[in-house]
């Protein structure tokens, strides 16, 4: 089974600065997607960033970039230029893209954004 | 359009009654999924439909949650005898397929407190 770690419960970053929160995965596959959400306190997941495990090349959507390392089974996200907006909980998720493995998301246990103004 | 829609968003009910929880998925998406989030931490899964029968129930905790997706369209979440510690948020999310490259959409959840 895939497990996901978040190891930073918390984390707060000054407007306009640079965040990087962390997140390491288990697994034996080698076909996957990793996936950062959001979840402000209104409760709905929205999907940040999504990573495709056979690309090597970090995936980017505006201010938002991961580092995904394969090898170490590190996926970590960054946050530049931070907004208030920003503040939220993020969860980092997994999923399978190999046949015949279960399709659902595995999520960690989600890092707290604060962002200071 | 619509996004994914969760009625009750907040249900609250007392130990040993029967709860029934409804998503209504974006139109057109033939997978549905069913999560549970406890306080201060991430979705757990619970069970995913692929139109109407339920592909994987392997999540869900004991024989009393059930989930049925009749026309492949809204499902609904059940849970008999309700116990204190049934109590979290249950988020469904539904995407266009089973493909994992497909993004699954979420709504905002029914926050269910059991007394």
């Known amino acids: 089974a895939q497990t996901v770690t978040q190891s930073q419960p918390e984390m707060s970053v000054q407007e306009a600065e640079t965040v990087t929160l962390s997140c390491t995965y288990d697994t034996s596959e080698s076909d996957y997607y990793l996936f950062w959400y959001k979840q402000p306190p209104s409760r709905q997941m929205i999907l940040v960033i999504r990573?495709?495990?056979?690309?090597?090349q970090n995936a980017t959507e505006n201010r938002f970039s991961v580092n995904f390392q394969k090898a170490a089974k590190s996926f970590s996200l960054k946050i530049s230029d931070s907004q208030l907006g920003d503040a939220a909980m993020y969860f980092c998720a997994y999923r399978s893209h190999s046949s015949g493995s279960a399709r659902q998301l595995t999520f960690g246990s989600g890092t707290q954004l604060t962002v200071l103004p | 359009g619509a996004g994914v829609s969760q009625t009750p968003s907040n249900k609250v009910t007392e130990k040993g009654k029967y709860v029934e929880l409804r998503c209504d998925p974006i139109?057109?998406?033939?997978?549905l999924y069913w999560y549970r989030q406890s306080l201060g931490q991430g979705p757990e899964f619970l069970i995913y439909?692929?139109?109407?029968?339920?592909?994987?129930d392997s999540g869900l905790p004991n024989d009393r949650f059930f989930a049925v997706r009749p026309e492949g369209s809204v499902s609904t979440l059940k849970i008999q005898r309700t116990e204190r510690g049934d109590s979290a948020v249950y988020l469904c999310a539904s995407s266009p397929g089973l493909e994992a490259a497909y993004e699954q959409y979420f709504g905002p959840g029914t926050r269910l407190t059991v007394t």
């Open positions: 139109s057109g998406h033939t997978a």
């Open positions: 439909f692929q139109g109407t029968g339920a592909a994987d």
């Open positions: 990573q495709e495990a056979y690309k090597q």
